[in-house]
């Protein structure tokens, strides 16, 4: 699980917002944004959402799934520039091998504490 944090503006100038969907490409070869969902009403997304003092900002925490299928855009919306998307997660990525060596890490260091978990943790993790 991804764990995201985004700040969202909901009124006034620059105002921003999360969507769920996925780019898709027509005839001409253009990528145009396909809205399907909103992050709060998604049941595979764990979300947590909170206002500020005066609530003029919503500070976002999302739990995404590494095998979740639609991609989260930041939408800003602003009279000057009146609808920009910018990328917050996007699917499809394979686990990098420095992703893998830092979950090990932190297996390790969970574990170190329990020589047997230790033992156990070598001996599937040794080629």
Same mark, same amino acid.
């Given at each position: 699980?991804?764990?995201?944090?985004?700040?969202?503006?909901?009124?006034g100038?620059?105002?921003?917002?999360?969507?769920?969907g996925?780019?898709?490409?027509?005839?001409?070869?253009?990528k145009?944004?396909?809205?399907?969902?909103?992050?709060h009403?998604d049941r595979?997304?764990?979300?947590?959402?909170q206002?500020s =003092?005066? &609530?003029?900002?919503?500070d976002?925490? !999302?739990l995404?799934?590494?095998?979740? #299928?639609?991609?989260?855009v930041?939408v800003t919306?602003?009279?000057?520039?009146?609808k920009?998307?910018?990328?917050?997660w996007?699917?499809?990525?394979?686990p990098?091998?420095?992703?893998?060596?830092?979950?090990?890490?932190?297996?390790?260091?969970? =574990?170190? &504490?329990?020589?047997e978990?230790?033992? !156990?943790?070598?001996?599937?993790?040794? #080629?």
């Amino acid at each position: 699980m991804s764990q995201i944090n985004v700040m969202t503006k909901p009124n006034g100038a620059g105002r921003s917002w999360l969507e769920v969907g996925a780019f898709e490409t027509d005839q001409f070869g253009r990528k145009r944004w396909m809205k399907q969902d909103v992050p709060h009403q998604d049941r595979r997304l764990k979300t947590d959402r909170q206002y500020s =003092a005066r &609530g003029d900002t919503i500070d976002w925490i !999302l739990l995404v799934p590494d095998n979740y #299928p639609l991609t989260l855009v930041k939408v800003t919306y602003d009279r000057l520039s009146p609808k920009k998307e910018e990328v917050i997660w996007a699917p499809g990525g394979v686990p990098s091998e420095s992703s893998r060596e830092e979950k090990i890490k932190r297996a390790f260091e969970l =574990a170190s &504490g329990n020589e047997e978990l230790t033992n !156990l943790l070598k001996e599937l993790l040794t #080629p």
